[in-house]
């Protein structure tokens, strides 16, 4: 994909090692996504919501969530 600078790589997700849930593959890229809810939309504080970690599997692309503990 180009728009990652790093080659994808493997992951491990609460002490397991992660896997794709779509093509089994093993190497992901990892970004950061904030979330956030229509009312923080509407008042202009996207930046106070939680972040999530998304794992982008690097053969077919399905991005993997993950909820903050």
């Known amino acids: 994909m180009g728009f990652f600078k790093r ?3 493997p992951a491990t997700v ?3 090692d992660l896997h794709c849930e779509i093509c ?3 190497r992901f890229h990892h970004r950061r996504a904030q979330l ?3 009312v923080a939309s509407f008042f202009d504080l996207e930046w106070t919501g939680p972040n999530a970690d998304c794992f982008v599997c690097g053969r077919c692309g ?3 969530w993950f909820l903050p503990t």
Do not use: T, V
Request: glycine fraction near 6%; hydrophobic fraction near 20%.
């Open 36 to 38: 956030h809810s229509s």
């Open 62 to 64: 399905y991005i993997h």
């Open 14 to 16: 609460a002490g397991f």
């Open 24 to 26: 089994k593959h093993d």
């Open 7 to 9: 080659d994808p790589e």
